[in-house]
């Protein structure tokens, strides 16, 4: 029997992309504050081992809900990978209408690029996690060989991921404080 194959990257990335669509789309009506200018409370925030603990332990708990989602028929997987495109259109969105796309941009770019490959990371695990346990239970002679590829794949995304979400704790607590305080002191 043959089993069509679900391209669980692209899954990931559309529903990322498509959240972050209507987030953008939605932006200037939904945030009631609008961006102006000024330096958010992380340019504020001095550079502390704790800062960076809180920023990494939100992402990995995000991290977690992403790939062991996978588990509950990925519908969490799913909803924090929405949610997450979401709240960066909802932002995006709002610096545009603003005039003041630039505040987002180094607010989230530097951080933002490696900690939302490694959440699409996480939510590609995820999906690929479900995928695999409904074929298993559906062909009871699934290929081993297939799985167990499957399975290195998915443990080589994840590491994977968690390094991303660890460089970009790292930058969100040292890199982007300094940046805003170089552009408003």
Known sequence: MSHRSIDTDSI??????????????EGPFSINTILDGS???????????SYFLDILVHNLSVLVILVVGGLLIALPTVLTLYI??????????????????????????PHGIFEFVGML?????????????????????SNID?????????????????LLIIIAALIECTFTPILWRCLYD
Not at 85 to 106: A, C, D, E, K
Not at 146 to 162: G, T, W
């Open 121 to 141: 990371f996480g939510g590609i695990v995820g999906l690929s996690l479900c995928h695999m346990m409904f074929r298993m239970l559906s062909d009871r002679s």
């Open 84 to 109: 997450n495109g979401y709240v960066l259109g909802l932002l995006v969105g709002n610096g545009i209408t603003s005039g003041n796309l630039y505040v987002v941009i180094i607010g989230i770019m």
């Open 12 to 25: 990931a990335a559309l529903v990322f992309g498509i959240s972050c669509i209507i987030g953008c789309i």
């Open 39 to 49: 330096p958010s409370t992380s340019a504020n925030m001095t550079i502390s081992s």
């Open 146 to 162: 297939a799985e167990h590829q499957l399975v290195e794949c998915m443990i080589q995304k994840s590491v994977l991921a968690l």
